[in-house]
């Protein structure tokens, strides 16, 4: 297996993927906030991987632009979201080096922080923690049941303590619909 930047040319497998993977309630949805955002200044920069074998793309990770507000630190900061491995493919590692691929990429360029909404069983086995805890108000309020979903994991060492606020995002994935259950 392959794990390398996506090129226009993986757009069709990658929207496919998350269409699959999701399923029928949400398959859609998603693959269509993964097109926008795909085009979407304000994500700039953005980090897009596929993992693929000889014969299929079997996975895809997107990092977007987030941005810590109502700080007077400066810091570089990225969301994951979001992360879909095809069915078939699932449970095989690919969804955790992709993760590990993306941040070893991401901390190369000099992000300190990335943040995730995502099942807090999963991430933290990536080394994610949870975020409001930490400080880190997310785009929309989350209810308190599901407050360990909204996670981070900082990149270089001291930041964590040292910046805290809101966090914002892209244009496209500022859209609500994207923080609801
Ligand atoms: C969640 C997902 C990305 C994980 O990718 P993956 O390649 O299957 O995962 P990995 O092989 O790296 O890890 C597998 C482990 O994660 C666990 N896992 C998978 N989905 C999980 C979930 N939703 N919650 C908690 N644990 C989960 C598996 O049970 C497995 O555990 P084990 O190692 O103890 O057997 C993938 O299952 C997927 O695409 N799911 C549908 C889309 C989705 O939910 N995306 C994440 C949005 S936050």
């Given at each position: 297996m392959e794990i390398r930047r996506s090129t226009a040319s993986d757009n069709a497998d990658i929207l496919n993927i998350h269409t699959h993977a999701f399923g029928e309630k949400n398959g859609l949805g998603i693959a269509d906030l993964v097109s926008g955002l795909l085009g979407d200044?304000?994500?700039?920069p953005l980090l897009s991987l596929v993992a693929v074998d000889n014969t299929e793309t079997m996975g895809h990770i997107l990092f977007t632009k987030a941005k810590v507000t109502r700080t007077t630190e400066s810091v570089s900061a990225q969301i994951l979201a979001p992360l879909a491995i095809l069915p078939d493919c699932q449970s095989k590692g690919i969804g955790g080096q992709l993760i590990k691929e993306g941040l070893i990429q991401l901390k190369d360029s000099g992000v300190e922080l990335v943040f995730v909404l995502g099942h807090p069983d999963y991430y933290p086995r990536s080394g994610?923690?949870?975020?409001g805890v930490l400080g880190y108000e997310a785009p929309y309020n989350i209810p308190e049941e599901h407050a360990d979903a909204w996670m981070v994991q900082a990149?270089?060492?001291?930041?964590i303590g040292k910046v805290q606020g809101k966090v914002a995002c892209s244009d496209v994935l500022s859209q609500p619909q994207h923080w609801r259950e």
């Amino acid at each position: 297996m392959e794990i390398r930047r996506s090129t226009a040319s993986d757009n069709a497998d990658i929207l496919n993927i998350h269409t699959h993977a999701f399923g029928e309630k949400n398959g859609l949805g998603i693959a269509d906030l993964v097109s926008g955002l795909l085009g979407d200044k304000t994500a700039l920069p953005l980090l897009s991987l596929v993992a693929v074998d000889n014969t299929e793309t079997m996975g895809h990770i997107l990092f977007t632009k987030a941005k810590v507000t109502r700080t007077t630190e400066s810091v570089s900061a990225q969301i994951l979201a979001p992360l879909a491995i095809l069915p078939d493919c699932q449970s095989k590692g690919i969804g955790g080096q992709l993760i590990k691929e993306g941040l070893i990429q991401l901390k190369d360029s000099g992000v300190e922080l990335v943040f995730v909404l995502g099942h807090p069983d999963y991430y933290p086995r990536s080394g994610f923690n949870p975020a409001g805890v930490l400080g880190y108000e997310a785009p929309y309020n989350i209810p308190e049941e599901h407050a360990d979903a909204w996670m981070v994991q900082a990149l270089c060492a001291g930041i964590i303590g040292k910046v805290q606020g809101k966090v914002a995002c892209s244009d496209v994935l500022s859209q609500p619909q994207h923080w609801r259950e």
